[in-house]
C-alpha cells in the first residue's frame, strides 16, 4: 500500500512539474511576443518593471491554458452545427478571441492587443505549449501510456463493456498507392516503418529487424478505382460497378462513386446482393471511407454524408473528436496552410521548369490538396487512434492523401514521395498506440489501386473523348475542347465536410433522352452511352445508326480498345486495323488487350455481364514500355481502366495471419481481399460476419 501511495505521489509530482514547465515556456513565449509585435503589449503606456511585466504575462499564460482547457470543448461542440472545413479555419479565430479575453481579465489590467495580433499571439502560444508538452511526454514513457489510458477509459465509458482479449484488426487504406510505388519508396528509405516490418534495413537498436508482416501483390478489377475496390473489400460485391462514373439507362440518372446518394445506392445494391451488412458488421468502425462496411461507429463516411444527423450515423463525428483539443486544432490549421504553400510553390517550380506532362494546379486545388494530406489525414488518424483506445474489433481507414497528390503532380514525382514519407509517420504513431491500446492489435496495410502515369489524351491530341465521339458521330465539334473533370477521392469529402452537394459541374445528373451520346471519363476509362435508346446498343446497331463511330474509336491512335455488345457474338472487342475479338475468344486471341498483362481478358468479360455496362467501354492506349496510359481526365497520374500499374496495389499482412493465397495462387478482384479479410477476421475471433464455407470460399 505504501509503495502505491508513493507512486502515485511520484506520478503527481511530475504531472505537476510538467505543468510548471508548459507554463513557464508559454510564459516566456509571451514575453517574447509582446517584445517583438508592436500591437502587442504587457505594460502600461508609462511603462511597468520588469517583475510586473512577468507577473503579468505569467497571469495571462495562466489564464490562457485555462480558458482553453475550459472553454474550447464546448465551442467546438456547438460549431459543430457548422460545416467541418468551416471549423478548421475558425481556429485561429477562436484561439484570438480567448486570448483577447484572457488580457481583459488579467488583474494588472494593463496588456491589450490589436484583435490581428491576438490572433498570431494565441496560434504561436498553443503551438510552442503543445510542442513542449509532447516533448516532456516523449520523455516520460509513464506519462504517455497514463494520457492514452486516460484517453481508453473515457471512450470505454461510452462504449459499455470491457473489450475481450482477443486481437483486433486495424485495416489502413494507402488510397492509391502501387505496389511497385511502395517497394521503391521503401527502398529509398522513404518508408522507413513499413521497411522495418518487412525486415529491411537496421532497426532502432541498428540491428537488422525481422520481418513482422509479408507484402502481397493483387490485381483490380476493369474499374480500377476506388469505388469498385473499396465496395468490394468492405461489402464483397462490386458486381455492376463498370467505371467511377457512368449512365444508368433505366433510372436515366449519372452514377458518380464518390456522390454520397450513388455510394449510398451502391452499398444497399452490394448489401443486398451478399444478403450481409459488410466486413465490419460485428464491432466495427469506418472511418474516412466510401462506404460503411456494416460499421457500428461511422465518421467521415460519404454514404451516410447525405443523412441527418443522428447519433447512429454521424458522418462528421470525427472532426469534433479531432479539434476538441485546441492543441491539435492549431498543429492542424499551421499544418494547413503550410501545406497551400508548398503546393503552389510546387506547382510555380513545376511550370517555370516547363515539366511535362503537367496539368492546372490553380483555383481551390491547393486547398483541396491542404485538406486532404493534412485535415483529412490527421482527423482520419486520430478516429483511429479512438477507436484502438476504445479496444474495438476491426477498423478500417482511408488516407487518401498520396492519390490526390499523385493525380496532379504524378505518382513517381517527388511531390507524391513526400507524401508518402508523412503517411509512413501516421502508420508509425498507430503502431504505438497499439502497444498502450486495452486489447492487442494486428495492423494491415493495403491500397485500392495503384496509379499510371501519362499525359492526358485531351494535352496530346487536342480534344477530348467526348469530341472524339461527336466526331465520329457527324455531331459538330467545339472549336475549345472543354476541359473534364477530375474524380479525385478528395473532392468529395471537401464537398460534404462543406455540407455541399456533390455534384460535378458541367455533368449533368439526369440527362435528357435524346439524340445525343453521354461520354463520361474515369481516368483512362471511357463510357459512351446513347440515351434515347432504352437498352444496350449492339454493334450491329451502332454501326447501322453511326457507321463511321466505331471505326473513328478502335483506330485513334490514343485509344486501345473497344468493348460492345454483338448479336452474332454476344460481346466483341475491337482494335486498330479491323480487329474484332469475341469476348469468349480473349484466352486463345488477345488482340489489343496484349501487353495488359495476366487477368485482363477475365475482367473485360466479367464488365460485359454488368447490366449497366455502357454501349462502348474504351480503354486508352496503354505503353508496356514504360506502363504510361492516357487519362481522359485531367491527370498525369490515373487509374480507372486497365494498364500499367494501377491494376496492381498491394495487400501487407502480419504473419501472425494465413498467407492471403497459396503459393503460385494470384490475389485477383476486390471480392477476393474481402474474402481473406473475413478469414484473417475469424482467425483472429472477431467479428462472426457471415462466412461461406471453406470449401466455397476456396472455390471461388
Not at 111 to 120: D, F, K, R
Not at 132 to 137: D, E, K, P, S
Not at 214 to 232: C, I, K
Not at 337 to 363: C, D, H, M, N, W
Request: hydrophobic fraction near 40%.
Amino acid at each position: 500500500m505504501r509503495g502505491v501511495r508513493a507512486g502515485r505521489w511520484r506520478r503527481a509530482v511530475s504531472q505537476a512539474g510538467r505543468s510548471v514547465a508548459v507554463w513557464g515556456v508559454s510564459t516566456v513565449t509571451m514575453l517574447v511576443l509582446a517584445g517583438i509585435l508592436p500591437d502587442f503589449r504587457l505594460q502600461s503606456p508609462d511603462g511597468d518593471s520588469a517583475t510586473t511585466i512577468a507577473v503579468t504575462a505569467a497571469v495571462g499564460a495562466g489564464v490562457f491554458g485555462l480558458l482553453s482547457a475550459l472553454a474550447w470543448p464546448l465551442l467546438v461542440r456547438l460549431l459543430l452545427l457548422v460545416p467541418a472545413l468551416v471549423l478548421g479555419l475558425l481556429v485561429f479565430f477562436l484561439n484570438g478571441s480567448l486570448l483577447l479575453l484572457t488580457l481583459r481579465l488579467n488583474p494588472s489590467g494593463q496588456s491589450e492587443a490589436a484583435p490581428e495580433t491576438a490572433v498570431i499571439v494565441a496560434a504561436v502560444m498553443s503551438a510552442v505549449a503543445s510542442a513542449t508538452g509532447a516533448a516532456l511526454a516523449v520523455r516520460d514513457d509513464d506519462a504517455y501510456r497514463r494520457r492514452l489510458y486516460r484517453l481508453a477509459d473515457r471512450r470505454r465509458r461510452r462504449t459499455g463493456p470491457a473489450c475481450p482479449a482477443t486481437h483486433g484488426t486495424v485495416f489502413l487504406q494507402l488510397d492509391g498507392v502501387g505496389h511497385d510505388v511502395l517497394v521503391a519508396a521503401v527502398d529509398k528509405g522513404l518508408m522507413p516503418t513499413i521497411g522495418r516490418w518487412l525486415g529491411h534495413g537496421p532497426g532502432p537498436d541498428r540491428r537488422h529487424p525481422r520481418p513482422t508482416h509479408r507484402l502481397t501483390p493483387w490485381r483490380t478489377d476493369w474499374s480500377s478505382q476506388t469505388g469498385a475496390s473499396q465496395l468490394g473489400i468492405l461489402h464483397g460485391s462490386n458486381h455492376d460497378v463498370p467505371a467511377f462514373r457512368w449512365y444508368e439507362k433505366d433510372s436515366r440518372e449519372v452514377m458518380v462513386c464518390n456522390r454520397p446518394t450513388s455510394a449510398a445506392e451502391l452499398q444497399r445494391r452490394a448489401v443486398e446482393r451478399t444478403g450481409d451488412g459488410g466486413l465490419l458488421s460485428a464491432d466495427g468502425a469506418s472511418r474516412g471511407n466510401l462506404f460503411g462496411g456494416g460499421a457500428d461507429e461511422q465518421a467521415l463516411v460519404l454514404s451516410i454524408a447525405t443523412r441527418r444527423r443522428s447519433p447512429e450515423t454521424r458522418s462528421r463525428a470525427g472532426y469534433f473528436a479531432y479539434f476538441s483539443d485546441p492543441a491539435n486544432a492549431v498543429r492542424t490549421a499551421l499544418s494547413f496552410v503550410a501545406e497551400v504553400a508548398r503546393e503552389i510553390g510546387q506547382s510555380t517550380r513545376a511550370r517555370l521548369r516547363k515539366q511535362r506532362p503537367r496539368v492546372a494546379r490553380g483555383g481551390l486545388y491547393p486547398f483541396i490538396r491542404a485538406f486532404a494530406t493534412v485535415v483529412e489525414r490527421d482527423v482520419v488518424v486520430a478516429a483511429v487512434m479512438g477507436d484502438m483506445l476504445a479496444g474495438r474489433s476491426a477498423v478500417y481507414a482511408d488516407l487518401v492523401a498520396y492519390d490526390e497528390v499523385a493525380h496532379h503532380s504524378g505518382p513517381l514525382s517527388r511531390d507524391a514521395e513526400q507524401v508518402l514519407a508523412r503517411l509512413d509517420r501516421a502508420l508509425a504513431l498507430i503502431e504505438t498506440v497499439a502497444e498502450h491500446a486495452p486489447r492487442p492489435y494486428r495492423i494491415v496495410v493495403l491500397s485500392d489501386h495503384g496509379q499510371s502515369p501519362g499525359e492526358t489524351f485531351r494535352a496530346r491530341y487536342g480534344l477530348t473523348l467526348g469530341d472524339l465521339v461527336r466526331a465520329g458521330c457527324g455531331l459538330p465539334v467545339p472549336r475549345r475542347a472543354e476541359r473534364t473533370h477530375s474524380g479525385a477521392e478528395a473532392r468529395a469529402a471537401v464537398r460534404a465536410a462543406l455540407r455541399r452537394p456533390v455534384e460535378e459541374g458541367g455533368e449533368q445528373h439526369r440527362p435528357s433522352r435524346r439524340s445525343e451520346p453521354v461520354v463520361l471519363a474515369s481516368g483512362n476509362l471511357g463510357l459512351v452511352s446513347f440515351p434515347d435508346v432504352p437498352h444496350r446498343m449492339s454493334k450491329e446497331e451502332i454501326d447501322a445508326r453511326y457507321p463511321a463511330l466505331l471505326t473513328t474509336l478502335a483506330n485513334h491512335p490514343g485509344i486501345g480498345f473497344l468493348l460492345v455488345r454483338s448479336e452474332e457474338h454476344g460481346g466483341v472487342v475491337l482494335g486498330a486495323h479491323g480487329a474484332q475479338i469475341p469476348v469468349d475468344r480473349l484466352d486463345e486471341e488477345p488482340g489489343p488487350l496484349a501487353g495488359l498483362g495476366p487477368g485482363a481478358a477475365e475482367a473485360v468479360r466479367r464488365t460485359h455481364s454488368f447490366p449497366h455496362t455502357a454501349d462502348i467501354m474504351v480503354n486508352s492506349f496503354h505503353d508496356p514500355a514504360d506502363g504510361e496510359v492516357l487519362a481522359f481526365e485531367e491527370q498525369i497520374g490515373s487509374h480507372g481502366g486497365l494498364g500499367g500499374a494501377q491494376s496492381k496495389p498491394f495487400l501487407l499482412s502480419p504473419l501472425a495471419l494465413s498467407a492471403p493465397v497459396a503459393d503460385g495462387e494470384d490475389l485477383t478482384g476486390a471480392e477476393h481481399v474481402h474474402r481473406v479479410l473475413r478469414r484473417w477476421l475469424r482467425e483472429s475471433d472477431g467479428p462472426q460476419v457471415p462466412l461461406e464455407t471453406a470449401s466455397e470460399e476456396r472455390a471461388a
